[in-house]
């Protein structure tokens, strides 16, 4: 009578840690010291925060910087760019809405807030 062969083991089920279905192909993780770029009709400023990219969201954080309030927001990826409002329980903190695109190395959006409308950019660091 001949040997049955050994059967193999199913493999078990990994999720997957990739950006399918984000509108961007930058990888998942956190990424530090960002610098933030915010032009409108009466200035130009640059602040510095982290940005976090998650399977389900891009998550944009800016401390308290100087007088301007901390910022917290969660974009949901839409279909090709991502949108956001400010969910920071600072009590300072303006409400703003938030929409921006991957171009590849550079992100670029509008931020509507209290006070300006605003066009932003951002670079992540290199990994």
């Given amino acids: ?9 199913a493999k078990k089920s990994v999720r997957s840690r ?12 956190r990424y530090e ?3 933030f770029e915010f032009h409108n009709s009466n200035d130009s400023r640059e602040f510095r925060g ?3 990219i998650r399977e389900d ?7 308290k910087q ?6 917290l927001v969660v974009g949901q990826p839409q279909t090709h760019f991502f949108r956001g409002s ?17 171009l590849g190395d550079l992100f670029a959006g ?3 807030d209290d006070d300006y409308d605003s066009l932003f950019t951002f670079r992540l660091p290199k990994r």
């Fill in 86 to 102: 400010n969910s920071s329980r600072a009590p300072d903190a303006l409400s703003c809405d938030a929409r921006w695109a991957d």
């Fill in 33 to 35: 010291n960002v610098v």
């Fill in 57 to 63: 969201a891009m998550v944009l954080e800016i401390p």
């Fill in 110 to 112: 509008t931020w509507q």
């Fill in 50 to 52: 982290t940005v976090v």
């Fill in 66 to 71: 100087d007088r301007y309030a901390e910022s």
């Fill in 18 to 29: 990739s950006t399918k279905g984000l509108p961007t192909n930058h990888k998942l993780g």
């Fill in 1 to 9: 009578m001949a040997k049955k062969k050994p059967k193999k083991k």
